[in-house]
């Protein structure tokens, strides 16, 4: 299994594959996936998920408190900013948030058993190399235009990408693929062939209540 956006890693933790290859840019991530891999332990996971808090604290307070690490902290806001999406989009926890780290308990195993080094940058060779393998399956979630900076305020020239970038290297896989994406996709990515998954409410991470947003998914090479 091949993420080149890994983010929670959501995909790969689901669908279990002997080899999960992945890339993801956020320092903090790569950090959280290598304390998962080589360091964490289902007490620790179970320690954290008993720290709810009764009140609403900032997480970097919250952990100071409890003597929670970096990694653990980035794990608590993959959970409380919607660990579907992968953002590290918060640093406020609430009393109804729920930390949710059941499925990474039931997958510890596998985490550790199966993931190689999270790399950088998804156009580094270990990534190319792992979809050229037989059985190699990609899963592209590429990070949504309004919300990376990796598009606004970094250019090719400056170790960023584009979406073109994006686009450009899905084209030049040649295993089975999967990307999803939201609304705006068939202008972002004009090239892939788009079809419409679901339309469905999820939550303002900020205001408050919902709004509805339309998924979408371009399949190649099946």
């Given amino acids: 299994m091949v993420e080149p956006f890994a983010g929670s890693l959501a995909y790969s933790i689901h669908y279990a594959k002997p080899r999960i290859v992945a890339a993801e840019a956020n320092p903090l991530v790569r950090d959280l996936w290598r304390w998962l891999r080589d360091v964490a332990t289902s007490k620790d996971l179970d320690r954290i998920e008993s720290l709810k808090p009764q009140e609403k604290i900032d997480a970097r307070v919250w952990a100071k408190n409890h003597d929670l690490g970096e990694a653990a902290t980035t794990l608590v806001r993959l959970q409380i900013s919607g660990a579907y999406v992968g953002q590290l989009s918060s640093w406020v926890l609430y009393p109804q948030h729920s930390l949710g780290l059941q499925e ?5 195993d596998y985490i550790k058993r199966s993931l190689a080094p999270v790399r950088d940058d998804f156009r580094h060779p270990d990534i190319l190399a792992a979809t050229a393998q037989p059985g190699a399956f ?6 949504y235009l309004d919300t990376s900076a990796n598009y606004k305020s970094k250019g090719q020239d400056h170790g960023g990408m584009t979406p073109k970038d994006v686009e450009d290297f899905v084209l030049s896989l040649t295993c089975p693929t999967l990307v999803t994406y939201g609304d705006g996709c068939q202008e972002t990515f004009p090239r892939l062939t788009w079809t419409k998954a679901v339309t469905r409410k999820v939550p303002i991470l900020r205001g408050g209540g919902t709004r509805e947003r339309t998924e979408w998914y371009a399949r190649l090479r099946f």
């Fill in 138 to 143: 990609a899963f592209v979630d590429p990070p």
């Fill in 104 to 108: 990474f308990r039931n997958r510890l």
